[in-house]
């Protein structure tokens, strides 16, 4: 029997946000081509651009929701899921139905092709490869395969690795990394028959050709999915399969792995030299470890050459002091060297060099650098627990000094409130540093001020309303307060909301029009608080007739309501 739906309404609000959920409600009329299959819902919407929204009802009611917007790619449950997810509730009495009738149709196509005979199957699939240039690419090579020529085999893996038929101007960008990695995951695929079909020897030569011919191109490639970096993971995967059954000379083998993990061009892979422990043996491994100190030692500051060496150490029991001097031999500016320096102490249950070496990362940090993030956080939990919180606090006193910024002023926050100084002094000193760093004399930062981010994340949003009318808020923070303040403050939102529509009214583009239909929108709230929607009916009727010539902001303004 099939599924009825397992979300309600409410489950749209809490996944979007009341914010989200109310956009959506304008978008119901965008949603087209909804198709509800069994275990997926799918649909365009039209917003600024047309987008891709996949819905997926699980059996225990869980709910998920992606879309290729961009506020959908950051992982949220924008309001174009809001809206595709309305509109299914709206035909909710029709979903079993429509439910069970996808998969009637996967069951009545199963059928069909099982009952064709091999002629029929042939013919369909010889009808398909004609039309589909990259399955049959694929088929070529499990053909090749299964045959003897492993020259064709190694020819057919290679073109699947080339990036040629897929760059724009020498470039693989995101768009077309997707159907590269769905070619050149084939690659893969053969090599494993390679080795399955007894060749295994010859696999071992192709799969290193092929990680050297995907490194070279991997840095042309939007791999943003991972999809490629996935395809290069299974190329190394299928190269120790085939070592492990073919055995190849140790020597030789660990002269490759410790080349190829040298080489700038590995990025793609990431190769463990100690999993080919059985493939060496003691004699592959020596080779391995002396390969890896001459190059540590020709440059000790090379990342690959440390990375192997920490390896080898670690591998091999090495002193915690031995692995220490690899480390020191290439200190990073921002301290975070110092930080992994200190963990191997600490690991080797020395917490008070720990800590030395800690402190000495931060004063030796380079102010344009560092110090590192979790170098601070390091030595702050350190201090914490002996009970030194007022060390904690002027710690993170003078790195906000040192760099204002809203995370700067949240940790010292929170370090004065465990020391019981926030309110009492902290606070107080810590705004006028970012009143001065913030200087509307000065101009404004990229991004706006940090003195109004951090007084919104205190909730002072009185004292922040005043910072802005000091000047010390760009446009986008002025919007944030409104967004903030409008339920108590309906009046001063307004002003925020109609200031910001008034630039837009020059501007053309899809953005432009959707921006300006969520002013409008929180204009219209701002209204209705008021108590003055004939205000706003008038006001909205001059900007429609200002406006008409722009049909498509016209046709937004419509779906919303305005």
């Known amino acids: 029997m099939a599924r009825a739906l397992g979300f309600t309404d409410e489950d749209l609000r809490r996944l979007a946000g009341s914010r989200s959920y109310d956009r959506g409600l304008g978008y119901l009329s965008a949603v087209s081509?909804?198709?509800?299959g069994e275990t997926a819902i799918t649909a365009t919407v039209d917003g600024t651009d047309a987008y891709e929204v996949e819905l997926t009802d699980g059996d225990d009611g869980g709910l998920t929701g992606w879309c290729d917007c961009p506020y959908g790619q950051e992982g949220n449950f924008c309001k174009h899921c809001v809206a595709v997810g309305l509109v299914v509730l709206g035909q909710a009495a029709s979903v079993p139905r429509q439910r069970a009738s996808a998969a009637a149709r996967t069951e009545v196509l199963t059928a069909w092709l099982e009952g064709r005979t091999r002629e029929e199957l042939l013919t369909l699939l010889r009808e398909h490869l004609a039309d589909d240039r990259d399955w049959r690419r694929r088929l070529e090579l499990r053909a090749a395969t299964a045959g003897e020529d492993t020259g064709i085999v190694r020819e057919r893996i290679l073109s699947l690795l080339d990036t040629r038929p897929f760059a724009r101007y020498g470039y693989v960008e995101y768009a077309d990394a997707h159907a590269y990695a769905q070619l050149a995951v084939e690659a893969v695929t053969a090599l494993r028959a390679l080795t399955a079909s007894g060749r295994a020897s010859d696999a071992v030569e192709v799969a290193r050709e092929a990680l050297s011919a995907l490194g070279r191109t991997y840095g042309e490639i939007d791999d943003s999915d991972g999809l490629v970096g996935d395809v290069a993971a299974g190329l190394a995967e299928a190269h120790l399969a085939a070592c492990l059954a073919a055995r190849p000379d140790p020597v030789q083998t660990a002269g490759w792995l410790v080349?190829?993990?040298?080489?700038?061009?590995?990025d793609a892979t990431d190769i463990d030299l100690f999993a080919y422990h059985e493939v060496l043996g003691e004699p592959g491994l020596a080779r391995a470890r002396e390969l890896v100190v001459a190059a540590w030692r020709a440059n000790p500051k090379g990342w690959a050459e440390k990375y192997l060496m920490e390896r080898l150490l670690k591998a091999d029991g090495g002193s915690t002091d031995a692995l220490i001097a690899v480390h020191a031999a290439d200190l990073a500016p921002n301290g975070h060297t110092h930080l992994v320096i200190a963990k191997e102490l600490e690991?080797?249950?020395?917490?008070p060099e720990a800590l030395d070496w800690a402190e000495r990362g931060l004063r030796e940090?380079?102010?344009?650098?560092g110090p590192d993030g979790e170098l601070v956080a390091f030595v702050c939990e350190r201090y914490a627990r002996t009970g030194r919180l007022a060390d904690v606090v002027t710690l993170r006193r003078n790195l906000l000094r040192a760099r204002p910024t809203l995370a700067a002023y949240r940790e010292l926050r929170t370090a004065a409130r465990?020391?019981?100084?926030?309110?009492?002094?902290e606070r107080k000193r810590a705004r006028e540093v970012l009143r001065a760093a913030d200087a509307p004399k000065s101009g404004l930062p990229y991004g706006g001020s940090v003195l109004i981010d951090a007084l919104m994340d205190d909730g002072d949003l009185d004292t922040a309303w005043q910072a802005?009318?000091?000047?010390?808020a760009d446009q986008g923070q002025w919007l944030a307060l409104a967004d903030r303040i409008c339920g108590q403050r309906p009046a001063d939102a307004l002003t925020v909301y109609l200031r910001g529509i008034e630039p837009l009214r020059k501007q053309t583009g899809d953005s432009t029009y959707e921006r300006m239909t969520e002013l409008l929108l929180s204009a219209r709230d701002c209204h209705r608080a008021l108590g003055t929607e004939s205000e706003f009916a008038t006001y909205l009727a001059a900007l429609r007739a200002d406006q008409k010539r722009k049909r498509k902001l016209m046709a937004r303004l419509d779906r919303h309501g305005l």
Do not use: F, Q, V
């Open 418 to 425: 465990a020391a019981g100084t926030w309110r009492a002094s």
């Open 259 to 266: 080349t190829h993990l040298l080489d700038d061009l590995n």
């Open 468 to 472: 802005a009318a000091d000047g010390y």
């Open 365 to 369: 940090a380079e102010p344009e650098w």
């Open 347 to 351: 690991r080797a249950g020395r917490p």
């Open 33 to 36: 081509r909804l198709e509800i």
